[in-house]
């Protein structure tokens, strides 16, 4: 029996099930509302389910209706990258990539690699989904994205690991902060202020006490966050000093947090690209992938993105 509806139906279906909502959900594929509901009825006729449970304040999916989601959303993702396979001219490409990344990585830098990235590919969609570094590494295993961008998983046998960078930690402090005048500061140092780390289940929080775990004197937290990100933002409030990747820090022209390179010892991490080992990437999720390493060659160039900021 031939099953009656088209692309265009899917695609109805996809945008209600992700927006939640019929007028926003017909204006994302540029119809009509009446025209929209009438697609999603042809939808469930023609499945002979209810996909949706509809309400005058709300949409929600049935049951059926998100298992059905998740499988046109992954109907869909391959049609993409089968169109994307097929044309020839770059700048008109449609698709999405999903990335996964630790939040030390994402305000500072990828934020300007997806800004020269759009530049280049305006019609590519970029999901970013950051997480602690272990939670990273398993969603590139699970195959839940693209590739991530990381600071484990190059001893791990499922992963293949492009280096991007390689980052040493630095003190991180106000520019009012007595340690915002020196040239470098010891690990020593720190423990005469109030000092603020990362929670020990941080990727970072293991890196560091491994590397530091034949010093006699190192700083106690007073404060502790799950994420770098927020940790500078207590720095930024003039709660203490911390220890960060120099990936995570603003630049020199940044009104109130300074970066202060940390010594005895230097502590450094490798920040690359995972992805699953002998796994082919979409056309969409190869070219974010190498533009990443284009990147990695022309460093002058995030900085002057960074500066028009």
């Not at 594929?29 to 509809?54: T, Y």
């Not at 044309?87 to 990344?101: D, I, N, P, Q, S």
């Not at 997480?131 to 046998?157: K, M, T, W």
């Not at 020199?252 to 390179?261: A, E, G, T, Y």
Request: hydrophobic content about 45%; overall charge positive.
């Amino acid at each position: 029996m031939a099953v009656n509806f088209d692309l265009n139906d899917l695609q109805a279906f996809r945008a209600v099930a992700e927006l939640g909502n019929f007028r926003r959900a017909a204006e994302a594929v540029h119809i009509s509302q009446p025209a929209f509901s009438r697609r999603i009825d042809k939808l469930e006729e023609a499945l002979g389910v209810k996909l949706l449970e509809r309400t005058t304040r709300r949409v929600s999916l049935t049951a059926v209706g998100r298992e059905f989601a998740r499988k046109t959303q992954l109907m869909l993702d391959e049609l993409d990258n089968t169109l994307l396979g097929i044309r020839g001219v770059a700048a008109t490409r449609m698709g999405e990539v999903t990335v996964a990344c630790v939040p030390s990585t994402v305000y500072y830098y990828l934020s300007r690699v997806v800004m020269r990235y759009r530049e280049r590919y305006p019609k590519i969609r970029l999901r970013v989904f950051d997480a602690g570094a272990n939670e990273v590494l398993n969603q590139v295993v699970r195959g839940e994205v693209d590739f991530g961008l990381n600071f484990i998983g190059s001893q791990e046998p499922e992963i293949e690991f492009q280096s991007l960078q390689e980052e040493r930690f630095v003190a991180a402090c106000r520019r009012d902060h007595a340690l915002a005048k020196k040239r470098q500061v010891t690990w020593k140092d720190l423990c005469a202020y109030d000092f603020i780390s990362v929670a020990k289940t941080s990727g970072n929080r293991l890196l560091l006490d491994q590397a530091l775990a034949g010093v006699a004197q190192r700083p106690e937290s007073v404060y502790e966050a799950q994420h770098v990100t927020t940790l500078l933002g207590l720095v930024e409030a003039g709660l203490g000093v911390a220890a960060v990747p120099s990936m995570a820090m603003p630049g020199k022209d940044h009104p109130l947090l300074v970066s202060v390179p940390l010594v005895e010892p230097a502590v450094v991490r490798q920040v690359g690209l995972i992805r699953r080992r002998n796994r082919q990437l979409s056309p969409a999720a190869q070219q974010l992938y190498d533009f990443f390493l284009e990147m990695k060659q022309q460093p002058a160039r995030l900085g002057r993105a960074k500066a028009a900021r």
